[in-house]
Structure formats: C-alpha cells, structure tokens
C-alpha cells in the first residue's frame, strides 16, 4: 500500500487501492444479493427473497491503516462497497432459471446514452449439452454417494453484467471510475470473469484471476463464433446459489469449487445456453448500431472499375497504368473465383437441407414398398383366384402411389442439382416444388397456403435455382414461425404485387430491432442453440449475384419478403 500510494504522490484515494479493489470483490455478492433479490421481487420474477440471515443480522466491512503518512495520525476505517465498476456495464442480464430450465428476467441496454431500455428474456435452456468429466472429475464424484451424484440444480438466479470494449465505452466506464484508458482496460482484466455465490459468500475458484476465470469455457466459444458468443474478457457476472434449493450442488472437501456432479453440469450447461441467447440479443443490437466490425461491407466488391478510371485520369506513366490494370484484373479474378466457391457451398447448404427433409418423406414409402413386396410375394402363387387377383391388384397401387411420392419429391429437388442456366419457367411451379417438401409439416399444423390467381400463368425467363433456394429458405422460416404460433389461422401466401414476388405468413411478427439488419450474417431471432442466422444471408446473396434481391417488412397479419428484379 505504501508503494501504492508513493507511486501516484499521495493521490490515490484510499477507497481506489489495490486492498479496497480486493476486499470490495469479497463483498460484493453478499451486498448484492439483497439488492438483486429485491430487484426481482419488484419485476415479478421471483414471488419473495431468499434470507440468508434473521432481520436482526447485519454483516459490515471496514477497513483501515495507520501504515500511510497522510492516514497515521488522523485514523479513520473506511467502509468496503461493492464494486463501482458494477454501475458501468453495457448490458445487464437479470433474472431467474428455474428447476425445469426455464428462463425469464430482463436484458438492460446501457451502451449507448441515447438509447437506454430493456427487453423481456423469456425462454427455455433445458436443451443444453452436458459436457463429458474429464477422468480425475470423475474419479472425486465417485466420493459423494449415487445420491447426491445424481440431484438436480434446481432454481437459481442470476447477474451478468457485460462490457463493450471499443474506445467510446472504456472512455464511458473510465469517467465512472476516475481511471485513463489503460487502466480502465487494467481493471476490466482483474475484475472479469462469472463468480458463484453460494449464502451470500462466493465459492473459490469460479471467475477469480488466480483461480479458473473462465471455468464456463467461454473463450472457446468466442473463438468459434467471435460476432455472436460473449468472451470471458467482456463479462462480470454473478450466479447466485441458496440453500436448500441449490444444495445439488455439492462443495468438495477442500473448499475448492463443487464436485462435477449431475446438478453441476445443468448449472453449466444452463448458463452456456443463456448466454448464447444474450450474445445473440448484443450482436443484432451492435449490429444495428454499427457497433464493432462493419460487417454490412463483407459482401461487397470494391470499385475496381472506378478505381482504375481514376488512376488513368490522374497517372501518366505507362508501366504504373499497366501494372495497375494487370493487378486489377487477377483481383477480380481471384474474387470471381471466390464467389463461385462461395456458390457452391451455398447449393451445398441448400442441398443437405433438402436431403434432410428428403430423408424424413422417404420413410413411409418406404416402409409401404417393402410390405406391399411381400404381400405380393406371398400371393403369387395364388394368383388364378379372384380374391388373390384383388388383394395384388390393391398392393400395385399402394406401390404406384409410392413411387408417385418418391417421383414428386425428385422433381421437387430438381432446381438445386440442376445446372445454374437461365430458361423459361413460371414461379409458381418452383414455389409448388419447395411447398411438396414441407407437405409433412404443413399437414400436421393445419398451415394453409394460398397462392395469388394472377400467379398461375405468369413466367419469366431467368435461373430458376436463384429463386428455389430463396423460397426455400422463406418458406423453412416461416414453417418454422408457424409452429411456434398460437393462431389457428396458420398460412403462407404466395403473390404477385407489380412483378415483386411476394412470400407472406401469418405468423409472429419480425421486432423492430432487427428488420432492418434480418439479412446481415448471424442474425436471427430463432431461440435455441442449433440457430445459425445463414439461411436469409444466403438468399439474399445468391438473388444479388443473379440481378435480384429482397427485402421485408411487417403487414398487418405477419412478415412479407418482397423478391424484385434488378433494374439494368
């Protein structure tokens, strides 16, 4: 403390020592657990608050020295407070997990100063992966009893506070804590991590510095996905654990950490999923707002073409303009070739769906070809009486409707193995193609469709594959919209609106905070894990590369995708 203080020339305020800093990182669950319960009772997320101690209980930290020259003579003990740091996140996610996985509290936005508000969390987190002990975690749960290896978590409740760290938003946060930018950066690094409280007290050593800061794995996640997954660098959280609800939870004998029991691994498996939800929530927001890398440009080519004009008309020398031109032209050869391998994983993509789903409709004609044969097989010798002659007759057609099956469903794939060529062709029959694909779905949900009169006779000359994919990947959106929705008026409508294409359904709306970015890689809406925002990305791409394109808006009975040609 005393090179502490001499280092910054008797400047340092005592409440901003290392000792404070450290001694407010003990304190702050304890002093926060009161005020989030009470948070939570006030929205109505959690009915009363856990007491972790009668009324008549207080638990206060002071501290003081007389080891500092300007403090040794006037000797004061300074309270412990919770971390001031606390106050200056960017998002805040609040709110409780219950015993079945379900998770509702609220997301705060407090990145921008003219843009503050909150959004409702409300869904489920139960479909986590467990992740598999390694051999010594599985060896100490052998110490509890089958028992206690096998309890559930239970209810939990949850703090997780989370730090852009672009330059406006370390100035923001260093202005809070009266620090410059390095430090401020210096800060963030000791303090950050997700820490357990269990009572009231933290567990060692879930998110300390010295102990296993990012125990979730976070940082893997992060490296598979930067845009969307929330690292372990931008995140200050606290869970916190009561008695007896979380007692599944078992401390192993030394007081380093919980055992990798059964309610340990939901605890985990549980709060990877949140914040899989909460890191796709921060990437639309970032992405709206322009926040972090411009990801709106990755699709776009640049202006060789100008960039050469501009060259010829300001550079004079003749091997500069040639080499230019030379350098230019195998750039956009390289970027031509990129495009079709870009292509290609797209029909790629595009293809697996279909086989998928191909695969799912094959197996009723299936399972009715393979009884039909040995119904035949065994009446074959039978066949000069009339009964006998019946019952094959009978069997030939189940084959016959079977094989008709297999045949619609191979011309239906037709456009996404065929060659990418413009001919004639009329929307509607491609449309029909994709709609024969999902007839499961659209049977089992009662989904109508309702395609446009005007559309019937209509053709144009251009690649079909452009428009299949697109409907396709509408129309899996909107099957899946469909599903999700409590009308009992469930349709997908197919129009024609002044030589626009138009996809509509009457499901659930598109929020307003990402209609205008629903087309921008990564974004979706879809909650669950297996979600990959890729589907809307790569219709849009491929309609550009074939002189169309989309956009949506949101009508008075659900979402529209309006598909137009490209002026010349």
Same mark, same amino acid.
């Given at each position: 403390?005393?090179?502490?203080?001499?280092?910054?020339?008797?400047?340092?305020?005592?409440?901003?020592?290392? !000792?404070?800093?450290?001694?407010?990182?003990?304190?702050?669950?304890?002093?926060?657990?009161?005020?989030?319960?009470?948070?939570?009772?006030?929205?109505?997320?959690?009915?009363?608050?856990?007491?972790?101690?009668?009324?008549?209980?207080?638990?206060?930290?002071?501290?003081?020295?007389?080891?500092?020259?300007?403090?040794?003579?006037?000797?004061?003990?300074?309270?412990?407070?919770?971390?001031?740091?606390?106050?200056? @996140? #960017? =998002?805040?996610?609040?709110?409780?997990?219950?015993?079945? +996985?379900?998770?509702?509290?609220?997301?705060?936005?407090?990145?921008?100063?003219?843009?503050?508000?909150?959004?409702?969390?409300?869904?489920?987190?139960?479909? @986590?992966?467990?992740?598999?002990?390694?051999?010594?975690?599985?060896?100490?749960?052998?110490?509890? #009893?089958?028992?206690?290896?096998?309890?559930?978590?239970?209810?939990?409740?949850?703090?997780?506070?989370?730090?852009?760290?672009?330059?406006?938003?370390?100035?923001?946060? +260093?202005?809070?804590?009266?620090?410059?930018?390095?430090?401020?950066?210096?800060?963030?690094? $000791?303090?950050?991590?997700?820490?357990?409280?269990?009572?009231?007290?933290?567990?060692?050593?879930?998110?300390?510095?010295?102990?296993?800061?990012?125990?979730?794995?976070?940082?893997?996640?992060?490296?598979?996905?930067?845009?969307?997954?929330?690292?372990?660098?931008?995140?200050?959280?606290?869970?916190?654990?009561?008695?007896?609800?979380?007692?599944?939870?078992?401390?192993?004998?030394?007081?380093?950490?919980?055992?990798?029991?059964?309610?340990?691994?939901?605890?985990?498996?549980?709060?990877?999923?949140?914040?899989?939800?909460?890191?796709?929530?921060?990437?639309?927001?970032?992405?709206?707002?322009?926040?972090?890398?411009?990801?709106?440009?990755?699709?776009?080519?640049?202006?060789?073409?100008? =960039?050469?004009?501009?060259?010829?008309?300001?550079?004079?020398?003749?091997?500069? /303009?040639?080499?230019?031109?030379?350098?230019?032209?195998?750039?956009?050869?390289?970027?031509?070739?990129?495009?079709?391998?870009?292509?290609?994983?797209?029909?790629?993509?595009?293809?697996?769906?279909?086989?998928?789903?191909?695969?799912?409709?094959?197996?009723?004609?299936?399972?009715? /070809?393979?009884?039909?044969?040995?119904?035949?097989?065994?009446?074959?010798?039978?066949?000069?009486?009339?009964?006998?002659?019946?019952?094959?007759?009978?069997? /030939?057609?189940?084959?016959?409707?079977?094989?008709?099956?297999?045949?619609?469903?191979?011309? #239906?794939?037709?456009?996404?193995?065929?060659?990418?060529?413009?001919?004639?062709?009329?929307?509607?029959?491609? @449309?029909?193609?994709?709609?024969?694909?999902?007839?499961?779905?659209?049977?089992?949900? +009662?989904?109508?469709?309702?395609?446009?009169?005007?559309?019937?006779?209509?053709?144009?000359?251009?690649?079909?594959?452009?428009?299949?994919?697109?409907?396709?990947?509408?129309?899996?959106?909107?099957?899946?919209?469909?599903?999700?929705?409590?009308?009992?008026?469930?349709?997908?409508?197919?129009?024609?609106?002044?030589?626009?294409?138009? !996809?509509?359904?009457?499901?659930?709306? !598109?929020?307003?905070?990402?209609?205008?970015?629903?087309?921008?890689?990564?974004?979706?809406?879809?909650?669950?894990?297996? $979600?990959?925002?890729? +589907?809307?990305?790569?219709?849009?791409?491929?309609?550009?590369?074939?002189?169309?394109?989309?956009?949506?808006?949101?009508?008075?009975?659900?979402?529209?995708?309006? !598909?137009?040609?490209?002026?010349?």
């Amino acid at each position: 403390m005393i090179d502490e203080f001499n280092k910054n020339e008797n400047e340092l305020k005592f409440e901003d020592t290392s !000792i404070m800093k450290s001694l407010g990182v003990l304190i702050t669950p304890l002093a926060m657990s009161e005020l989030i319960q009470s948070e939570l009772v006030k929205k109505n997320i959690i009915s009363n608050k856990t007491a972790i101690a009668n009324e008549n209980s207080t638990f206060q930290l002071n501290f003081g020295t007389n080891l500092i020259e300007f403090n040794s003579e006037n000797f004061e003990l300074h309270e412990v407070t919770p971390l001031k740091i606390l106050k200056g @996140f #960017s =998002y805040r996610a609040i709110g409780k997990v219950d015993s079945r +996985g379900k998770l509702n509290g609220f997301l705060y936005f407090n990145r921008l100063e003219n843009d503050i508000f909150s959004k409702d969390l409300d869904f489920d987190i139960s479909d @986590f992966n467990i992740a598999q002990s390694k051999t010594k975690e599985e060896n100490e749960t052998l110490e509890l #009893s089958e028992r206690d290896r096998n309890k559930e978590v239970g209810e939990f409740i949850f703090d997780i506070r989370i730090y852009d760290r672009e330059k406006d938003a370390i100035e923001k946060l +260093g202005a809070l804590l009266n620090e410059k930018n390095t430090e401020t950066k210096n800060i963030l690094n $000791k303090l950050l991590g997700i820490r357990i409280s269990k009572n009231g007290f933290g567990v060692k050593p879930y998110g300390d510095v010295d102990g296993v800061q990012d125990w979730l794995g976070l940082g893997q996640k992060r490296v598979q996905d930067p845009g969307k997954n929330i690292g372990p660098n931008l995140v200050l959280g606290y869970v916190y654990l009561f008695s007896p609800q979380n007692d599944g939870l078992k401390e192993k004998t030394n007081r380093e950490g919980f055992y990798e029991n059964k309610a340990f691994n939901q605890l985990k498996g549980m709060l990877l999923r949140a914040m899989q939800e909460i890191g796709q929530f921060r990437y639309n927001y970032r992405l709206n707002n322009n926040l972090g890398r411009p990801t709106s440009k990755f699709n776009i080519r640049p202006e060789s073409e100008e =960039y050469l004009r501009f060259i010829n008309d300001n550079v004079k020398n003749l091997n500069v /303009l040639n080499k230019t031109k030379d350098f230019i032209n195998e750039t956009n050869s390289a970027l031509d070739n990129a495009e079709f391998r870009l292509t290609l994983a797209e029909r790629l993509a595009s293809l697996g769906s279909s086989l998928e789903l191909l695969y799912h409709e094959l197996a009723q004609p299936i399972t009715i /070809l393979g009884a039909s044969e040995m119904q035949i097989f065994d009446q074959i010798e039978k066949i000069q009486q009339i009964e006998i002659k019946n019952k094959i007759t009978e069997e /030939l057609n189940y084959i016959s409707e079977a094989v008709s099956t297999l045949d619609d469903l191979k011309d #239906s794939l037709e456009p996404a193995i065929g060659k990418s060529i413009s001919r004639k062709f009329k929307p509607v029959v491609s @449309f029909s193609k994709v709609i024969r694909l999902y007839k499961k779905d659209i049977s089992d949900y +009662g989904i109508g469709i309702d395609i446009d009169p005007a559309l019937q006779n209509y053709q144009i000359i251009d690649n079909e594959y452009a428009l299949w994919i697109s409907f396709l990947n509408i129309i899996n959106n909107a099957i899946f919209w469909l599903k999700t929705s409590e009308e009992s008026n469930r349709t997908i409508l197919f129009s024609l609106e002044k030589d626009n294409l138009v !996809i509509s359904n009457t499901g659930p709306l !598109i929020p307003e905070d990402i209609i205008d970015i629903i087309f921008e890689y990564g974004v979706s809406n879809k909650l669950g894990k297996n $979600k990959s925002g890729l +589907g809307l990305t790569y219709t849009k791409s491929i309609l550009q590369k074939n002189k169309w394109d989309i956009n949506v808006e949101n009508r008075n009975y659900g979402p529209a995708f309006i !598909i137009y040609k490209l002026k010349k």
